[in-house]
Every structure is written in structure tokens, then in C-alpha cells.
């Protein structure tokens, strides 16, 4: 199982404005400058007034905290590996972009709760998927060449909703998907001449955790020779107007016993009820605050570094902040950066 970490920052973060020349730019001008006599013995100033003559303002982003899992295992679409979102905050599209993916690359999404920078990008997933004729081989088939708007108007009456091979799918615990509902439904309801449309309408819905039955679902995902266990985790993320938001992190369980704890966005640094996750973890995915005015939703960095029982500093990966922590030397396991991956249970190997 691979883990990259297609963005990094926080909900607000944002990336710099820089002065810059392309490449083609910088070769024209080098040649400029070596071929015309005029430059033979140029001033600083003069090269100088060339370059700026050149230069164009880029943007460089920092992308919302979002995960990519890969497991060695066929995809929806049949081919390995299948590709699962820990989240899909709204820019996912252009994080997804830098690694060279789209939405017709990626299998499911888990959603943790409904915040801006985890739910944002669910329109851009179940839009662009269920437009695309060609997401599934069963897709195609399915559809066998008609509009898939059509068909579903056509055939409303003995088929509601697209087949689940035909869409991603969506994990997510009992008690995040009736407020997911409420967050996207506006955005989605948006199909010419479809009745009832739903979040059905575009995902295959894998309802996790406590059912009402009493009973505790996880999701099991295959990796070669082994599998991982995906078991929702409530952690407190905020309390206000008297009412509280869970964040639903993941364990992620390997046959071997290695553990994965990502608690996604938590309001300290180790709540009380995960302690007993955090120490059988081997990786801990920690949400690291690093402003200077602390929100009180996220563990700040100073926390991490002066109050985190040392044992499980060791096992923490930092990411989720605003700019780069400044950590003590070995001190955690290390801060991520956008594009970072890690294999596991190979012992959580960087590529």
C-alpha cells in the first residue's frame, strides 16, 4: 500500500507569488547574450534589465490536506492499483493534477467530516465520473452508447440510480452522511430532467462504524499477498453554538499487524479516547497547526513539540499547516510535503 500525500496544508493556507522567466525564455536569452556583440561585455545592470524584461508573476499553491492510498489490488476499472481519496477538499482537482491523475483515475473516497477542505471537491468527483462514459468498462456497457441523463429519465421507474459498478465509491461513517448530504446536495442536484437525484445517483455508498444494529462495519481492501483493514476512528474536531463536529479518521489495519493512524482533523493532540490508538500505531498522520494565532480546532506545533509523550513523537508525520513547521532534529518521524509517499507495511519506506 503506498500513501501520498497529494496536499499538505491547511483549510486557509496560501502559496507565494514569484518573479520568474521560463525555461524556453532563459535559453533564448543565454543565446542572446552569447551570439550579439552588443552583450560581450555587459553590466550587471544590463542583464539584469533583460531578465526583467522577461519576467512573469507565478503562482505557487499549497494544496488542501487531502491523501491518495493506492492498494495493490484491481480498481473499478479492473487494472491495479485501486485508488482511494482520504478526503476531497476543493482544490483536489488541481492536487490530483500535479501527480499527474484525474477523477477518472480515482476508485472511492473516504470523507472524514464536512468541512470546506474535506468535502469541497465531492462536485468535482461525482460530476466529471458520472458524465464520463468511458469510468467503467460496466459503465459502457451499461449505457451502451445512450446519454446517460437520457437513460436515467427513461428508465427512472425500475432503476433509480446508475449501477455501482458505474460510479466511485464513497466510505464514510453513519453519522458524517446525513450532514455530507445536506453539504453537496445543492451542488448535485443538478442533472437537466432527472427526478430524484441523490447522492446515490452518483456514488456506491459504503456506510461504516457503528450501524444501528449495534454492530462496528469496516471495509477491508486487498494489498498483493496481504489486506488492510479501513475502521472509521471519532475523534472531537470542534464545539461550537453547543453543537460538537466528529472527525471520523481511519485506522488502517495490515494482515501483519502493522498499524495507520490517520485521525485527519482533531482539536488536541491526543484526545483521550485515541490514546490506546496512537500507542499501538506504527504511523501517526498528525495534524499540525503552526499559526500564530492558534484556533483551538487543531494541535499546534508548540503542543506537539513540548507536551507529546516522546514514544509517539517518534511515530508522527506532520502535516496540515500553514507554513513549514520548524522542528527540533529527529524529534518526529518527519513533516510531510506535498508529493511525499510512503509504502507500507515496508516500513513506511519514502519515495
Known amino acids: 500500500m503506498k500513501v501520498i500525500a497529494i496536499g499538505v496544508n491547511s483549510a486557509f493556507a496560501t502559496g507565494p507569488y514569484e518573479e520568474v522567466i521560463t525555461v524556453k525564455q532563459a535559453r533564448e536569452l543565454c543565446l542572446k547574450i552569447a551570439s550579439k556583440q552588443e552583450f560581450k561585455n555587459a553590466s550587471e545592470e544590463v542583464i539584469e534589465a533583460e531578465v526583467n524584461?522577461?519576467?512573469?508573476?507565478?503562482?505557487?499553491?499549497?494544496?488542501q490536506s487531502n491523501?491518495?492510498?493506492?492498494?495493490?489490488m484491481p480498481s473499478k476499472k479492473g487494472k491495479r492499483p485501486y485508488?482511494?481519496?482520504?478526503?476531497?477538499?476543493?482544490d483536489v482537482r488541481h492536487a490530483?493534477?500535479?501527480v499527474g491523475l484525474t477523477s477518472a483515475d480515482i476508485d472511492g473516497v473516504y470523507i472524514s467530516h464536512p468541512h470546506n477542505d474535506h468535502i469541497g471537491g465531492m462536485e468535482y468527483l461525482a460530476l466529471t465520473t458520472f458524465f464520463n462514459p468511458f469510468y467503467t468498462q460496466?459503465?459502457?456497457?451499461?449505457?451502451?452508447?445512450?446519454f446517460i441523463a437520457d437513460k436515467l429519465f427513461l428508465?427512472?421507474?425500475?432503476?433509480?440510480t446508475p449501477p455501482g459498478n458505474t460510479k466511485p465509491d464513497l466510505f464514510v461513517h453513519r453519522k458524517v452522511l446525513d450532514s455530507l448530504k445536506r453539504a453537496v446536495g445543492p451542488g448535485l442536484d443538478t442533472l437537466q430532467g432527472v427526478p430524484h437525484v441523490t447522492l446515490e445517483t452518483y456514488f456506491d455508498i459504503h456506510v461504516l462504524g457503528k450501524q444501528e444494529n449495534g454492530q462496528t462495519k469496516s471495509h477491508v481492501f486487498q494489498d498483493g499477498d496481504g489486506s488492510w483493514t479501513l475502521t472509521p476512528v471519532f475523534a472531537m474536531h470542534v464545539i461550537s453554538s453547543s453543537e460538537e463536529m466528529p472527525s471520523y479518521g481511519v485506522s488502517l489495519q495490515h494482515t501483519t499487524g502493522y498499524n495507520?493512524?490517520?485521525?485527519?482533523?482533531i482539536q488536541s493532540m491526543m484526545p483521550q479516547q485515541l490514546e490506546a490508538h496512537y500507542r499501538r500505531a506504527n504511523r501517526i498522520y498528525m495534524d499540525c497547526e503552526t499559526s500564530p494565532f492558534p484556533s483551538g480546532v487543531h494541535p499546534h506545533i508548540t503542543d506537539l513539540i513540548n507536551n507529546l509523550d516522546r514514544e509517539i513523537q517518534k511515530k508522527c508525520l506532520l502535516y496540515h499547516y500553514d507554513g513549514y513547521p520548524e522542528v527540533p532534529e529527529g524529534m518526529f518521524c518527519?513533516?510531510?510535503?506535498?508529493?511525499?509517499s510512503h509504502t507500507y507495511p515496508d516500513n513506511g519506506n519514502e519515495k
Do not use: C, H
Open 138 to 146: 460496466a459503465k459502457q456497457q451499461w449505457l451502451n452508447n445512450q
Open 155 to 160: 428508465e427512472q421507474d425500475w432503476w433509480p
Open 96 to 98: 490530483l493534477k500535479e
Open 334 to 340: 518527519g513533516v510531510l510535503k506535498t508529493g511525499d
Open 260 to 265: 495507520i493512524m490517520m485521525p485527519t482533523d
Open 83 to 90: 485508488r482511494l481519496l482520504i478526503d476531497a477538499g476543493g
Open 53 to 63: 524584461k522577461l519576467s512573469q508573476r507565478l503562482y505557487t499553491p499549497r494544496w
Open 67 to 72: 491523501f491518495l492510498i493506492e492498494f495493490e
